[in-house]
């Protein structure tokens, strides 16, 4: 379910926020941003236990960022693209590709994480070739903070849809994947609080990253589904019978997920078919489910539909949308 590639893709956030927030730095004290800049960082990095990245409590000194609108490193340097393999059994040839893009400069605790999640009928050398990560720059700069994105490689070695989970029968495991190597790559020594660390995906990736962030409400802070949908769609049966446990409608309403922060992107063309109905309505009818619970969501329906270059569209306002849930970080 990715864009060009065929199927597989309340209350409002202004992006009005992000200009409050920097406007409002024009007026801070030489002082107060030395002493946000400068904040004691955790160095210890994280544990992997049963597949999963066991991190330590999120130190209350590590400060959130502060928006410097054309005043960053990558206005004038691109960021840096580096491809790792990472060993995992359900891969082919038992390695799994991770893309990670970061800011000029050295890496710390308080520069926020955004994992991406791709497609059914692409990889995350699609959204490199894209010039994702260039667009993605360009919106650090506009918006002033920097953050590092983040793509695992999403396919299994049968070929089958994954929808970003582990396999009922042990073939892979991709959730206990993003949630525990890939985070330990990412940010080894220097490991994030929750509430700089955000998840996104498109189509399928959409789905995974509503579903993971459901499911991990520990891990991460806020969400952006581009053509998502919010209910299981497993056409090759990952989850097996008992699919209600990944099922992101069925998933609101524990207490733990109460402040997760969504973005819902749906292009008003969009009609790519699901095993029941289709994507066409799908943000709407879950918009409706967490704004019932007072949970954060913001919408979007740019013109176009299941592809990219509809997507892309929304990188603006994507961006604002997770900076003012970064820049609000106590």
């Not at 955790?42 to 330590?56: F, Q």
């Not at 700069?141 to 582990?166: H, K």
């Not at 995974?208 to 299981?232: E, H, I, K, M, T």
């Not at 709407?284 to 299941?306: K, S, Y």
């Amino acid at each position: 379910m990715f864009a060009s590639f065929p199927r597989r893709a309340a209350v409002l956030v202004s992006s009005c926020a992000v200009i409050l927030v920097a406007a409002s730095l024009a007026t801070a004290s030489p002082e107060l941003l030395v002493e946000r800049i400068t904040s004691h960082l955790s160095t210890t990095g994280p544990e992997l236990a049963h597949g999963h990245a066991r991190l330590p409590p999120a130190s209350d000194s590590t400060p959130a960022p502060i928006p410097r609108p054309g005043q960053v490193a990558v206005c004038e340097e691109p960021g840096r693209d580096e491809v790792v393999t990472l060993a995992d059994p359900g891969a082919p040839e038992g390695g799994r590709p991770l893309w990670i893009r970061r800011p000029p400069g050295l890496d710390s605790a308080d520069l926020p994480v955004l994992y991406l999640l791709h497609g059914s009928a692409s990889t995350h050398r699609t959204l490199m070739d894209t010039d994702l990560g260039s667009r993605l720059d360009r919106q650090m700069c506009r918006s002033g903070v920097e953050f590092v994105i983040a793509a695992p490689y999403g396919q299994e070695s049968g070929g089958t849809n994954t929808e970003w989970g582990d396999a009922h029968d042990g073939r892979f495991a991709l959730e206990s994947f993003v949630t525990g190597p890939v985070v330990a790559a990412v940010e080894g020594e220097h490991p994030r609080p929750d509430s700089l660390r955000a998840i996104g995906g498109f189509s399928m990736g959409g789905y995974g990253a509503a579903a993971l962030a459901l499911r991990n409400p520990d891990l991460y802070s806020q969400v952006v589904s581009w053509a998502g949908y919010f209910r299981v769609d497993d056409p090759h049966g990952t989850f097996g019978e008992d699919t209600d446990p990944h099922s992101p409608d069925l998933l609101l309403d524990r207490e733990e997920v109460r402040d997760l922060r969504f973005m819902l992107v749906e292009g008003r063309r969009d009609h790519t078919p699901l095993q029941r109905g289709s994507i066409h309505g799908e943000a709407e009818r879950f918009a409706g489910l967490l704004g019932e619970r007072g949970m954060t969501v913001t919408t979007l329906h740019p013109r176009g539909g299941h592809d990219l270059g509809t997507w892309k569209r929304t990188f603006p306002e994507a961006v604002d949308f997770l900076v003012a849930g970064w820049s609000a970080t106590p």
